[in-house]
Protein backbone atom coordinates (compact mmCIF):
# COMPACT_ATOMS: atom_id res chain seq x y z
CA UNK A 1 0.00 0.00 0.00
CA UNK A 2 1.50 3.19 -0.92
CA UNK A 3 -0.90 5.58 0.82
CA UNK A 4 -0.10 7.56 3.70
CA UNK A 5 -0.40 5.51 6.64
CA UNK A 6 -0.88 6.49 10.58
CA UNK A 7 -0.06 4.97 14.08
CA UNK A 8 -1.62 4.40 15.88
CA UNK A 9 -5.15 4.10 14.61
CA UNK A 10 -6.48 4.25 18.25
CA UNK A 11 -5.43 6.01 21.13
CA UNK A 12 -7.14 5.64 24.44
CA UNK A 13 -5.02 7.98 27.27
CA UNK A 14 -5.48 9.77 30.47
CA UNK A 15 -5.94 13.18 31.02
CA UNK A 16 -2.82 14.46 31.94
CA UNK A 17 -0.61 12.49 29.91
CA UNK A 18 1.60 12.95 26.95
CA UNK A 19 0.57 10.75 23.78
CA UNK A 20 2.46 10.68 20.21
CA UNK A 21 1.38 10.07 16.52
CA UNK A 22 3.39 9.24 13.76
CA UNK A 23 2.27 9.94 10.29
CA UNK A 24 4.37 8.41 7.07
CA UNK A 25 3.05 10.43 3.98
CA UNK A 26 3.55 9.03 0.16
CA UNK A 27 6.98 8.52 -0.68
CA UNK A 28 7.96 10.88 -2.94
CA UNK A 29 5.61 13.56 -1.61
CA UNK A 30 7.25 16.61 0.10
CA UNK A 31 4.25 18.37 1.77
CA UNK A 32 2.89 17.33 4.85
CA UNK A 33 0.42 18.09 6.75
CA UNK A 34 -1.63 17.68 9.94
CA UNK A 35 -5.60 18.30 10.65
CA UNK A 36 -7.49 17.70 13.43
CA UNK A 37 -11.52 16.83 13.30
CA UNK A 38 -13.93 16.81 16.23
CA UNK A 39 -17.37 14.88 15.90
CA UNK A 40 -20.19 16.43 13.79
CA UNK A 41 -17.08 18.82 12.32
CA UNK A 42 -14.87 18.64 9.13
CA UNK A 43 -11.20 18.72 10.18
CA UNK A 44 -9.60 21.82 10.84
CA UNK A 45 -5.84 22.55 9.94
CA UNK A 46 -2.75 22.39 12.78
CA UNK A 47 0.19 22.81 10.58
CA UNK A 48 2.36 22.18 7.65
CA UNK A 49 5.67 21.06 6.58
CA UNK A 50 7.23 21.22 3.55
CA UNK A 51 10.44 18.77 3.37
CA UNK A 52 11.58 19.56 7.46
CA UNK A 53 10.80 22.91 7.55
CA UNK A 54 7.79 23.84 9.40
CA UNK A 55 5.92 26.39 8.00
CA UNK A 56 2.60 27.30 9.57
CA UNK A 57 1.15 26.93 12.30
CA UNK A 58 -2.69 27.30 13.24
CA UNK A 59 -3.51 29.39 16.45
CA UNK A 60 -5.36 25.66 17.37
CA UNK A 61 -1.83 24.39 17.96
CA UNK A 62 -1.40 25.74 22.01
CA UNK A 63 2.32 25.36 23.48
CA UNK A 64 1.05 21.40 24.42
CA UNK A 65 1.37 20.57 21.00
CA UNK A 66 4.65 19.91 19.12
CA UNK A 67 5.21 18.36 15.46
CA UNK A 68 8.36 17.42 13.78
CA UNK A 69 9.26 16.07 10.14
CA UNK A 70 13.18 15.55 11.36
CA UNK A 71 13.97 14.43 7.74
CA UNK A 72 11.59 15.39 5.87
CA UNK A 73 10.03 11.56 5.59
CA UNK A 74 7.91 10.95 8.46
CA UNK A 75 6.19 13.43 10.64
CA UNK A 76 4.86 13.01 14.69
CA UNK A 77 2.37 15.25 16.64
CA UNK A 78 3.29 14.93 20.14
CA UNK A 79 0.60 16.58 22.87
CA UNK A 80 1.19 16.90 26.01
CA UNK A 81 -0.27 16.96 29.52
CA UNK A 82 -3.20 16.16 27.71
CA UNK A 83 -6.71 17.25 28.20
CA UNK A 84 -10.34 16.04 27.38
CA UNK A 85 -10.91 18.61 24.81
CA UNK A 86 -7.92 17.06 22.38
CA UNK A 87 -10.38 14.27 22.08
CA UNK A 88 -10.54 14.15 18.65
CA UNK A 89 -9.35 12.46 15.02
CA UNK A 90 -5.98 13.37 14.64
CA UNK A 91 -5.54 13.51 10.37
CA UNK A 92 -1.88 13.41 8.11
CA UNK A 93 -2.07 14.30 4.52
CA UNK A 94 0.77 14.73 2.17
CA UNK A 95 0.81 16.20 -1.34
CA UNK A 96 3.59 16.99 -4.16
CA UNK A 97 4.42 19.96 -6.00
CA UNK A 98 3.27 21.10 -8.49
CA UNK A 99 2.15 18.67 -10.93
CA UNK A 100 -0.77 17.58 -8.55
CA UNK A 101 -1.59 21.16 -7.41
CA UNK A 102 -3.65 21.17 -4.31
CA UNK A 103 -4.37 17.53 -4.37
CA UNK A 104 -3.76 16.23 -0.70
CA UNK A 105 -3.82 12.56 -0.10
CA UNK A 106 -5.44 11.63 3.93
CA UNK A 107 -4.25 9.00 6.29
CA UNK A 108 -7.35 7.08 7.81
CA UNK A 109 -6.22 9.29 11.40
CA UNK A 110 -5.30 8.60 14.56
CA UNK A 111 -8.78 8.58 16.83
CA UNK A 112 -7.86 10.33 20.36
CA UNK A 113 -9.69 9.43 23.47
CA UNK A 114 -8.76 11.41 26.81
CA UNK A 115 -10.61 10.06 29.73
CA UNK B 1 -10.29 35.63 4.99
CA UNK B 2 -11.26 31.96 3.43
CA UNK B 3 -14.22 30.10 4.76
CA UNK B 4 -17.31 27.48 3.73
CA UNK B 5 -20.70 26.92 4.22
CA UNK B 6 -22.44 23.71 3.79
CA UNK B 7 -26.06 24.74 3.76
CA UNK B 8 -27.27 21.54 4.81
CA UNK B 9 -25.91 19.51 7.65
CA UNK B 10 -28.47 16.76 6.42
CA UNK B 11 -29.76 15.70 3.09
CA UNK B 12 -31.68 12.24 3.16
CA UNK B 13 -32.50 11.05 -0.93
CA UNK B 14 -34.28 8.27 -2.06
CA UNK B 15 -32.46 5.56 -4.05
CA UNK B 16 -31.98 6.68 -7.82
CA UNK B 17 -33.32 10.19 -7.45
CA UNK B 18 -30.96 13.11 -7.49
CA UNK B 19 -28.48 14.84 -5.40
CA UNK B 20 -27.88 18.10 -4.26
CA UNK B 21 -25.38 19.42 -1.72
CA UNK B 22 -25.13 22.92 -1.46
CA UNK B 23 -21.85 25.34 -1.12
CA UNK B 24 -21.10 28.47 -0.46
CA UNK B 25 -17.85 29.78 -0.44
CA UNK B 26 -15.91 33.06 0.51
CA UNK B 27 -12.29 33.96 -0.24
CA UNK B 28 -10.05 37.39 -1.44
CA UNK B 29 -8.36 35.22 -4.18
CA UNK B 30 -8.70 32.42 -6.75
CA UNK B 31 -9.86 29.91 -4.89
CA UNK B 32 -9.15 26.34 -5.64
CA UNK B 33 -12.53 24.10 -4.48
CA UNK B 34 -12.95 20.24 -3.67
CA UNK B 35 -14.74 17.84 -2.11
CA UNK B 36 -14.46 15.37 -0.22
CA UNK B 37 -16.31 12.11 1.10
CA UNK B 38 -15.97 10.61 4.18
CA UNK B 39 -17.47 6.79 4.51
CA UNK B 40 -17.70 5.69 8.41
CA UNK B 41 -14.79 4.55 9.62
CA UNK B 42 -12.79 5.42 6.22
CA UNK B 43 -10.45 8.08 5.70
CA UNK B 44 -10.87 11.04 3.34
CA UNK B 45 -11.47 10.74 -0.37
CA UNK B 46 -11.07 13.17 -2.90
CA UNK B 47 -14.27 13.37 -4.87
CA UNK B 48 -13.32 16.18 -7.39
CA UNK B 49 -11.79 19.56 -7.53
CA UNK B 50 -11.53 22.77 -9.33
CA UNK B 51 -8.31 24.72 -9.90
CA UNK B 52 -9.43 27.43 -12.30
CA UNK B 53 -10.30 25.59 -15.37
CA UNK B 54 -13.33 24.59 -16.52
CA UNK B 55 -16.21 25.43 -14.16
CA UNK B 56 -18.22 22.00 -14.61
CA UNK B 57 -15.72 19.20 -13.03
CA UNK B 58 -16.54 15.48 -13.26
CA UNK B 59 -15.42 13.46 -10.37
CA UNK B 60 -15.76 10.09 -9.33
CA UNK B 61 -18.57 7.99 -9.10
CA UNK B 62 -20.94 9.82 -11.13
CA UNK B 63 -20.72 13.09 -8.93
CA UNK B 64 -19.98 16.76 -11.06
CA UNK B 65 -19.55 19.96 -9.69
CA UNK B 66 -19.98 23.79 -11.15
CA UNK B 67 -17.71 26.65 -10.11
CA UNK B 68 -19.83 29.89 -10.00
CA UNK B 69 -18.41 32.77 -9.47
CA UNK B 70 -21.22 35.03 -9.67
CA UNK B 71 -22.91 32.97 -6.95
CA UNK B 72 -19.92 32.43 -5.13
CA UNK B 73 -20.89 28.62 -5.15
CA UNK B 74 -19.93 25.19 -5.59
CA UNK B 75 -22.41 22.75 -5.51
CA UNK B 76 -22.58 19.33 -5.84
CA UNK B 77 -24.55 16.68 -7.71
CA UNK B 78 -25.68 13.18 -8.79
CA UNK B 79 -28.19 12.51 -11.49
CA UNK B 80 -29.03 9.04 -9.90
CA UNK B 81 -28.22 7.99 -6.08
CA UNK B 82 -26.86 4.87 -5.28
CA UNK B 83 -26.92 3.11 -1.52
CA UNK B 84 -23.15 3.68 -1.43
CA UNK B 85 -23.13 7.00 -1.84
CA UNK B 86 -24.51 7.60 2.15
CA UNK B 87 -21.37 9.34 3.84
CA UNK B 88 -20.05 12.76 4.94
CA UNK B 89 -19.58 14.98 2.08
CA UNK B 90 -17.08 17.89 2.95
CA UNK B 91 -16.77 21.01 0.55
CA UNK B 92 -13.32 22.48 1.04
CA UNK B 93 -11.42 25.59 -0.30
CA UNK B 94 -7.48 26.35 -0.71
CA UNK B 95 -5.55 29.11 -1.85
CA UNK B 96 -1.94 29.26 -2.91
CA UNK B 97 -0.67 31.77 -1.17
CA UNK B 98 -1.64 29.76 2.24
CA UNK B 99 0.70 26.65 1.33
CA UNK B 100 -1.87 25.19 -0.05
CA UNK B 101 -3.58 24.43 3.35
CA UNK B 102 -7.27 23.52 2.96
CA UNK B 103 -10.35 24.86 4.79
CA UNK B 104 -13.03 22.47 5.29
CA UNK B 105 -16.90 23.77 5.27
CA UNK B 106 -18.51 21.59 8.92
CA UNK B 107 -20.15 18.63 6.28
CA UNK B 108 -23.53 17.14 4.62
CA UNK B 109 -24.42 14.13 5.80
CA UNK B 110 -26.26 12.17 3.15
CA UNK B 111 -28.64 9.76 3.86
CA UNK B 112 -29.56 7.41 0.93
CA UNK B 113 -33.15 5.27 1.27
CA UNK B 114 -34.62 2.48 -0.56
Known amino acids: DTGVSQDPRHKITKRGQNVTFRCDPI?????LYWYRQTLGQGPEFLTY????????KSRLLSDRFSAERPKGSFSTLEIQRTEQGDSAMYLC?????????????FGPGTRLTVT | AQSVTQLDSHVSVSEGTPVLLRCNYS??????LFWYVQHPNKGLQLLLK??????LVKGINGFEAEFKKSETSFHLTKPSAHMSDAAEYFC????????????FGAGTRLAVHP
Open chain 1, 93 to 105: ASSSTPTERYEQY
Open chain 1, 27 to 31: SEHNR
Open chain 1, 49 to 56: FQNEAQLE
Open chain 2, 27 to 32: SSYSPS
Open chain 2, 50 to 55: YTSAAT
Open chain 2, 92 to 103: VVSFSGGYNKLI
